[in-house]
C-alpha cells in the first residue's frame, strides 16, 4: 500500500490534524508550517509530549512542510540568514521531539537583475558560485542539526543554481533527499521544466517524497486530480517508489481523502512498484 499523508493547513489544530489523518486512512500529516496555528516552535514540553503520544497512539506519523515562502535559502544578509538559520533549527529540535520524520524546504531563487540591453540576466552568470555556496552551507547548517528528521529539498523556483550546489552536495554523500511536486515541474500551459527534470531523473534515487496535486492551463494550482489537467501516468512511471512518502496537497482533509483514492487507483492502474 502507499504511504500516503496529507498536507495541513485548514485543520483547526495538531489534535484534530492527526485524528483526520486516521480517520480517512491516512499515514501521515504533513503540517504546514507557514500556518500560524502550527508553529511548533512555540509549543512547551507538555503540549510537545500530548501531540507525540496521540501520534504514536494514532500509529500516524507527523512531517513538516518548512516555512521560508517569503525568505530564501540563499540569504546572505549576516542578521536575517543568521535569523532563519536559527528558527530553523529550533524547528528541527522541536521536530525531533515529536519524533518528525521529514522537513520539505523551499530553497527560491537568488537575486535576479535583468538588464535593459539584452533583455538577459548577467548578475547571476557573474554570482553563481557566491549564490550557490550560499545555499550549500545554508542547508549544510540545516542537515548538521537535523538530528533524525531528515531533510527534503523541493523543486519550487528550483533553478540552476541550486541545482548545481544540490549535486555537489550529493556527490560529497551529504543526507540531503529530494521531494517531487509534479504540479511544480510544470510552467503554465503544462509544460515541463526540461531542467528540473532532468535533475530528477539523474538523482531518482534520492526522490523521497511526491507532492501530488492537479494543476490547470493556468496555472492554478492544489486542484483535485480531474480538475486540472496534468497527466500524472509519466509520474508514477517514472518517479514512483513505494518506499516514498506521497503528500497529498489537496486541501482541505476531506478532498485530500477523496484525491487519495483516485490516486491509489492512478497507481494500480500502471502497476505500481
Same mark, same amino acid.
Given at each position: 500500500?502507499?504511504?500516503? =499523508? ?36 512555540? /509549543?512547551?514540553?507538555? *503540549? ?5 503520544? !496521540?501520534?504514536?497512539? %494514532? =500509529? ?7 516555512? =521560508? ?34 522537513? +520539505? ?16 540576466? %548577467? ?15 545554508? !542547508?549544510? *547548517? !540545516? ?34 533527499? /529530494? ?7 510544470? +510552467? ?7 531542467? *528540473? ?49 506521497? +503528500? ?16 491509489? *487507483? ?5 502497476? =505500481?512498484?
Amino acid at each position: 500500500m502507499p504511504n500516503f =499523508g496529507y498536507h495541513a493547513v485548514y485543520e483547526e489544530n495538531f489534535r484534530s490534524a492527526i485524528k483526520a489523518a486516521a480517520d480517512y486512512d491516512f499515514q501521515y500529516v504533513q503540517f504546514d508550517l507557514n500556518v500560524p496555528r502550527f508553529y511548533i516552535d512555540r /509549543l512547551n514540553r507538555r *503540549q510537545l509530549r500530548d501531540i507525540e503520544s !496521540l501520534s504514536a497512539d %494514532s =500509529g500516524i506519523r507527523i512531517s513538516f512542510h518548512s516555512p =521560508g515562502d517569503n525568505i530564501s535559502l540563499f540569504t546572505d544578509y549576516p542578521l536575517v540568514r543568521k535569523g532563519l538559520l536559527d528558527h530553523l533549527k529550533l524547528i528541527l529540535e522541536k521536530a525531533n521531539q515529536l519524533n518528525a520524520h521529514h522537513l +520539505t524546504v523551499h530553497p527560491l531563487y537568488p537575486p535576479s537583475f535583468r538588464r535593459a540591453d539584452t533583455l538577459e540576466d %548577467s548578475f547571476l552568470s557573474e554570482h553563481q558560485s557566491y549564490f550557490k555556496d550560499i545555499l550549500k552551507e545554508n !542547508l549544510t *547548517q !540545516l542537515i548538521k542539526t537535523a538530528g533524525k528528521v531528515l531533510i527534503f529539498v523541493e523543486n519550487f523556483n528550483l533553478g540552476n543554481i541550486a541545482n548545481m550546489a544540490i549535486s555537489e552536495m550529493i556527490s560529497k554523500r551529504t543526507d540531503i533527499f /529530494l521531494a517531487l511536486d509534479w504540479a511544480k515541474m510544470h +510552467t503554465d500551459g503544462l509544460a515541463a521544466n526540461e531542467d *528540473q527534470q532532468s535533475f530528477y531523473i539523474e538523482h531518482k534515487s534520492l526522490i523521497r517524497e511526491l507532492h501530488l496535486h492537479d494543476m490547470d492551463i493556468k496555472g492554478k494550482s492544489h486542484l483535485s486530480p480531474g480538475q486540472g489537467s496534468l497527466d500524472f501516468k509519466p509520474l508514477f512511471r517514472q518517479f514512483f517508489d513505494q518506499s516514498q512518502c506521497l +503528500t497529498i496537497e489537496v486541501r482541505p482533509v476531506l478532498e485530500a481523502a477523496k484525491a487519495k483514492g483516485i490516486f491509489t *487507483q492512478m497507481i494500480e492502474e500502471i502497476g =505500481g512498484k
